[in-house]
Structures are given as structure tokens and as C-alpha cells.
């Protein structure tokens, strides 16, 4: 039995440059966990990393473009992709950021996302 699994979210910028995230996550989420998650972020998949303590991609993405912060391109929102079983592979590679339990109950404490909480929001 899997015993971890992966959740995935990326940045895209408004000229749509993206970099992607993956969380190790120890334990599982149910198909009502995920559709949980899934209402609790704006538009079904935008949410502010930082609120919840997932890294932030921005910078990864600045770095991978070889650009500077920008109030023309870039914003507060990360996006959602999708949580799946990890594979030998992710359990191999990537260190684990926390339990699923836990990431469930932070994206579950919140109450309205807040904005502010970005570097991006002085831009």
C-alpha cells in the first residue's frame, strides 16, 4: 500500500510562464478530501501558498526566466493541479513536506484568502 502521495500546484505568471510544485505528503487524501480542497480554493484551484505554508514558486520562476518581479506580470495566486499516489520515484526524490492530514487542515482553516500574505501583493 501507498503510503504517501503528491500534491502538485504551479505559478503562472500573466505572460502564462509557469513552474511546477510537488509536495511529498505522508498519507492519503479521499476523492471527498480532494473535492473539499477543491472548494475551499478560489475559482476551484487558486490559492495564496503562503497562507498555508506550501513554498511559493515565484521565485523558482524568476530564477528559471532570468526576470525580476513585476507588477505587469506577476500576482498573488498559485495554482492547484492535482494530488495522486506517489511513486517510488517522488518517495526517492523529494523530501516530505508533511502529512496530507495536515495540509488538509491548514487549506480547511481558512476563511477567506489572504492577499496580502504574498510578496507579490506590493508589486
Not at 10 to 29: C, E, S
Not at 70 to 79: A, C, G, K, L, Y
Request: hydrophobic share 40%; with cysteine.
Amino acid at each position: 500500500m501507498n503510503t504517501h502521495c503528491i500534491f502538485e500546484y504551479l505559478y503562472r505568471d500573466a505572460g502564462n510562464f509557469k513552474v511546477w510544485g510537488a509536495l511529498l505528503l505522508k498519507g492519503q487524501l479521499s476523492e471527498d478530501d480532494i473535492a473539499l480542497i477543491t472548494e475551499r480554493f478560489d475559482e476551484g484551484n487558486l490559492f495564496v501558498a503562503e497562507q498555508i505554508g506550501v513554498p511559493a514558486l515565484c521565485e523558482k520562476l524568476w530564477r528559471e526566466c532570468q526576470c525580476d518581479p513585476s507588477d505587469e506580470m506577476d500576482h498573488v495566486w498559485h495554482e492547484f493541479s492535482a494530488i495522486r499516489a506517489a511513486t517510488s520515484e517522488d518517495v526517492a526524490r523529494l523530501e516530505t513536506w508533511g502529512s496530507a492530514a495536515e495540509l488538509l487542515e491548514r487549506i480547511k482553516n481558512v476563511d477567506s484568502w489572504d492577499l496580502t500574505l504574498s510578496p507579490n501583493w506590493a508589486l
